[in-house]
């Protein structure tokens, strides 16, 4: 039997437009994948040309998730060109909204993103939420929203939901997939904390306006510094700081931290979260600095799954291409020369499985031509997974005092081996265990800074711009999702060239011209799938990397390209 | 006219507001519910929300939508009314942030009456299910709900000819046909943020996908509500606007509702005595930001922007641009990021989009908008060249 396609599009609970496409074969195993962007925006290019203080507030827009992250790679990629070095409270503060950023996105994203991929709602229906209650202190020391009566509560709630046919968001899911392996009171548990976490993220939200003006999208970093003095100089506004912190620490300690390992141990056998990860390869950069001279987590890269030995990072050996991308200059270039000018090619016609397990006529990706606008980013012409699975190795496997517990205590409430961490649920696991390390060294960097603004009050260094002046600079720093870089060149006092090659690029891109898959290709292909017309397996597994696509979908072009001529013809019409 | 008798036509006219909601609301409750039998206290107990906590957030909703007092017991009818009305909310091309605002809703556990009182049948960040089961809900209630849903719409349009730089679903539709579609038979239609107001970011010179607003793709009504992302106070707000009036709110000459966008930022800034005294912050980090001087110099934009930030701020009042020690950048303005840059420096000292030479200004402004902000510009420009002259703490410090 010939093989048979099957589309997820739209891939929902992620940021951005993502749609996969797979083959499989009689027995309903992948034996090929294919990941496709189906939005493409442009900044990189309406950032050429504008005042270079300007791109830290436009590249910001790239994600409103990711929406500190972009923020202050443009503007460190500035400081970088014009080589400022901006003051000690500058850098701690903005490790302070890191910190807020982290704890925010981890915990949206196990709980709101990715939990209905390991929790059954309609399942909860049928716990005793005494005995959920009670089970809730095998896994934490001081449970969070499992009381008897949380539970219970929380039972009716759905009850009223499921039975009234009125399921809300949660209508139309793949409730009852003989995946799902958790008993009735451990998904009530989850969804309890589910509903929790509602609360939990807009308070994380709060920890970060409190220096940032707003969340999403803060405004308060300037290039050479930060503005929000008047908020570190008042001891109320660092006490809500400290008091926010807890909270947080508080709920990823006795709820995240909890769920993960309840849930790593019931899903342990299950093939969809335990299949090795795809590419072996892992990178990360240094990042969350602690004080003066201290970072949280570590750089390097892993080759092959290899902990023995750590490489550190050549920047000089990062380029992009675009053979299977809808760009029309496939060869890979370095970020600092890279180019891209859209040559989309559309989808072709062809019947896939559809809903009801039926062939429906459908529209799919041209996987020998090009097929996304993602490009492929490689490190020394090898594809590389990052995010914090990254970090949490590499950290570990330098070992780095503050990580290296972390992870053994994972392991050993788990009883996993160290094989696990390498699959999707050491994906989903590591984000758990870098949340917790920011909630336990976190306040180190809030420390410094305190004692630091007894002695120094800058918050700003000045800068000029040399009109006559050529800069070039880069930010590299790893992000929530994983390892970001953003690349400018300046010239005649404006943007001249603008790259970001963020981390859903290292992961969600096509194959390179060597035929090598991108991590969410590679995990993929091998998965059974057992129910066509409900692949869950596939949402599982795209989840455990927190897809954000509109971050992973840019594009620069070269040198002198003329801005009047997108204005001939915006779509074909790009020649430079 | 004496003084007496204004105050006679105004209650007059209160009166007949009073009357003509209270007929709304008693043909929304006329309406057949979409979730039966649920009886609204029980609801409310279940999102932890005592009648206490929920009167005093109708009385603060009821505060900002400008209403007399006497409202309040309406606004949290409206709400309580409120679901009956199923929301569709699309992403078109854009980054979340709106649909991330939306999450960040004030007040005690509002966000999951929000969750529960509304009908969220599609909303692709939250929503449980995906691909084809994800487009049979988008397609379900898109029927189902014929001419009773409101449609919420994030993110810029690529239309026309450059439609192809955003599809969604296995048949490969663009976010235009879906957009178009949905708006056919929505109730109302409400574009959220900056992108689907005006086209935003994408649509920003050289606006390389065409980007477009929504307004520009449907000719129904849109109500728009801007901002880069609008609070979550704005969104929200709005929303409870429709379900009170059961029309279009009032609007500018942008489509934003009048209650929300009628003032200027600079209006009820918190740093507007130190504009008039004229102490402002000169360079980051001076002495003149340790002690919150007007950030004008700087290159706030508030004196161009119209919206409430100001006066509700964001993330339960937490703060807000201005408070943290930055200058406004004027992100509910239409095509702001070429008008209000460079964002760090004042705009009235430049000729408006001098990034690109002046180009597209004339294209992109409305003409009468453009004049008031640049007399406006004047002035304050005038005002903060004479208060350097005039300072009274010169030579303090």
Known sequence: MANKRVIVDPITRIEGHLRIEVEVDENNVIQNAYSTSTLWRGLETIVKNRDPRDAGFLMQRICGVCTFSHYRAGIEAVEDALGIVPPLNAKLTRSLMNMALFMHDHVVHFYHLHGLDWVDVVSALDADPAKASKEAFDYAEFPIATGENDLKKVKTRVKEFVAKGQLGPFANAYWGHKTYRLTPEQNLILLSHYLKALEVQRELAKLMAMFGGKQP???????????????????????????????????????????????????????????????????????????????????GIIENGDLAKVFEINEDLITEEATHSWYSDNEALHPYEGKTNPNYTGFRDMDTVGPDGKMIHSKVVDEKGKYSWIKSPRYDGKPMEVGPLAAILISYAKGNEKIVPLVNDFLAKTGLPKAALFTTLGRTAARMIQSRAIAKHGLEAFNTLIENLKVDQDTYTSYKIDKDKEYRGRFIGDVPRGM????????????????????????????????????????????????????????????SFDPCIACAVHVMDKKGNDLGTYKVDPIYGLSC | MNIHSLGEGWILQEQRLYEKLTKRLNDLERLPRLKENKSIESHLEENGVSRRDFMKWATAITAMLALPGSFTPLVAKAAKLSDRLPIIWLHMAECTGCSESLLRTDAPTIDSLIFDYISLEYHETLMAAAGWQAEHNLEHAIEAYKGQYILMVEGGIPSGNSAHYLTIGGHGHTGEYSAKKASKNAAAIFAIGTCSSYGGVQAAIPNPTGAVALSKITDKPVINVPGCPPSEKNIVGTLLHYILYGT??????????????????????????????????????????????????????????????????????????????????????????????????????????????????????????????????????????????????????
């Open chain 1, 217 to 299: 999208h803060p405004q308060s970093l300037t290039v050479g510094g930060v503005t929000c003095v008047m908020d570190l100089l008042d001891p109320s506004r660092m006490g809500e700081y400290l008091t926010l912190f807890k909270v947080g620490a508080d709920f990823i300690e006795n709820a995240y931290q909890a769920d993960v390992v309840m849930a790593a141990k019931m899903f342990k056998d299950e093939p969809s979260v335990t299949a090795p990860a795809g590419v072996m390869n892992f990178m990360s950069h240094k990042e969350m600095q602690l004080n003066r001279t201290e970072f949280l987590f570590d750089s």
């Open chain 1, 484 to 543: 970001l870089s953003h690349w400018i060149r300046i010239k005649n006092g404006v943007v001249e060239n603008y790259q970001a090659v963020v981390p859903s690029t290292w992961n969600a891109g096509p194959i390179d011209s060597l035929g090598q898959m991108g991590p969410y290709e590679a995990n993929l292909v091998g998965l059974k799938v057992q129910d066509l017309s409900q692949p869950l397996e596939i949402i599982r597994v795209i989840h």
């Open chain 2, 248 to 397: 279009l709110p009032a609007l500018d000459a942008y489509n934003r509702p009048k209650w929300a966008y009628a003032k200027r930022v600079h209006d009820l800034c918190e740093r507007r005595g130190h504009f008039d005294a004229g102490e402002f912050v000169e360079e980051f980090g001076d002495e003149g930001a340790k002690k919150g001087y007007c950030l004008y110099k700087v290159g706030c934009k508030g004196p161009y922007t119209f919206n409430n930030c100001s006066k509700n701020k964001f993330n339960s009042h937490m703060s807000w641009p201005i408070q943290a020690g930055h200058g406004c950048i004027g992100c509910s303005e239409p095509d702001f990021w070429d008008t209000m840059g460079p964002f760090e420096e004042p705009v009235a000292n430049r000729l408006y989009n001098t990034v690109f030479k002046g180009l597209g200004a004339d294209a992109t402004a409305d003409k009468i908008g453009v004049g008031l902000l640049t007399v406006t510009g004047i002035g304050i420009a005038a005002h903060a060249a004479i208060s350097k002259f005039k300072n009274p703490k010169d030579g303090e410090e």
